[in-house]
C-alpha cells in the first residue's frame, strides 16, 4: 500500500506537525472531495505508528510498524469505512481510497454492500480501544467518509470520542463536515486541506500523462484526484452527449439522451447538470464562470435567455435529485424529468 504524500500536500502537512508530542485524540481532516485527504490521513496514521519517523514527522517506511501497515496488518491500527468501500482501490470521488482494510476481509454477500457506517463496525473497536497496544505506542483509528455514519454509529462514535483510550488517535475525513453531529466536530481538532494551485495541479496531471488536464482541471472545481479519474472515465463520450444536449436543449433530443444515459452513474449525471447551472448562474450574475470555460459563449447565450426564477427553480429541483440520485426508483425517469425541466426553463417566456 502507497501512502506517499501528493506533492501540495507538503505544506499542511508541516502544518499539522505542530502538534507533534501533544496529538489531539481527534483529529477532523476536511475539504472538498478528490485532493487526497485519504491518502493523507492514511500517511498520518503511519507515521503515528512509525518507530522511528524523520524529521519531518514522517514515517520511515522500513521498522516493523511500518512493514505491517503497508501489508495492512498492524495490531494497532483500524480502519472504518462503508462495506461497499472495501474492494474499492479508488473512489467515486477521485479521492485515493487506500485500498482493502487492515485485518479484515471483505465477506460475500447476496445484499447489496452497505454504504454506510454502521453501528457493529463502532462496537467492534470496544476491544481494540482497551487493550494494550503490540509496540507500545500509540493506537490509530481512520474513519472516512465520517459522514457515512449512520445515525446510532455516530452517537456509538460520539461516546468514544467522550472518554477515549490512553494513547489513542482518531482520525476522521470529511468531504462534507456540516453533515456531521456538532457534537462530533466539538470534540476533534478541525484541519482544512484546500484544493491546491491551478500550476501544481496541472503540472502533477501532465506528470500522470492527462490529456486536457485544463479541460478535466476546471470540470472538477480544481481537485487533481477528482481530474485524474474524469479523465479515466469510460463515460466520456456520454458526459459529452449530455454537455451537447444543454446547449442546445429540446423536447426529442431530452429523451433519446435519456435513453442512452439511464446506464451512467445517475450521480455523475447529476453533478454534470449541476456543475453546468451552477455556472449558468454564475455567467447570469457575475460574468464569470468556473467549470466549462470553453463553452464560454453557450453559456452567455443560456444565461441570457433563461429567467431567473426558472434557473432557480431548477438549481433546487436538482439539489433534491442528488440526495436520491445514489437510489433513483427509475434512472431513466429521473434522467427525462431532469433533462425536460431545464429544456422547459431555457424556452419559457421571461
Known sequence: MSTALYPWQQQAWAQLQQHRGRWPHAILLHGPAGIGKIAYAERLAQSLLCE????????????????????????????????????????????????????????ASAKAPSKEIVIAQIRAL????????????????????????????????????????????????????????????????????????AALSLSWLKQQQVSLPEQFLAEQGGAPLAALAASRAETQDEQQELLRYLQRPSVDSALKIADKLQKTAIPLVVSCMQRWLYDVFSTKLTGSLRYYPRYQHELTVLAARISLPALMRILKTNNQRRAVAEHPLSARLLIEEMLLEYCAACHEPH
Open 52 to 107: 522511528t519517523p524523520g524529521e519531518d514527522g514522517q514515517a520511515c517506511d522500513h521498522c516493523i510498524s511500518c512493514g505491517w501497515f503497508s501489508q495492512y496488518s498492524h495490531p494497532d491500527f483500524r480502519r472504518l469505512r462503508p462495506e461497499s468501500m472495501e474492494t474499492e482501490v479508488v473512489s467515486a470521488d477521485g479521492d485515493d481510497a487506500g485500498s482493502k482494510p487492515a485485518g479484515v476481509a471483505a465477506k
Open 126 to 197: 470496544s476491544d481494540f480501544m482497551t487493550l494494550s497496544t503490540h509496540r507500545q505506542g500509540l493506537r490509530v483509528i481512520v474513519i472516512y467518509p465520517a459522514e457515512s455514519l449512520n445515525s446510532p454509529a455516530a452517537n456509538a462514535l460520539l461516546k468514544s470520542l467522550e472518554e477515549p483510550g490512553p494513547g489513542s488517535v482518531f482520525i476522521l475525513v470529511s468531504h462534507s463536515p456540516d453533515m456531521l453531529l456538532p457534537t462530533i466536530i466539538s470534540r476533534c481538532h478541525q484541519f482544512a486541506l484546500p484544493v491546491p494551485g
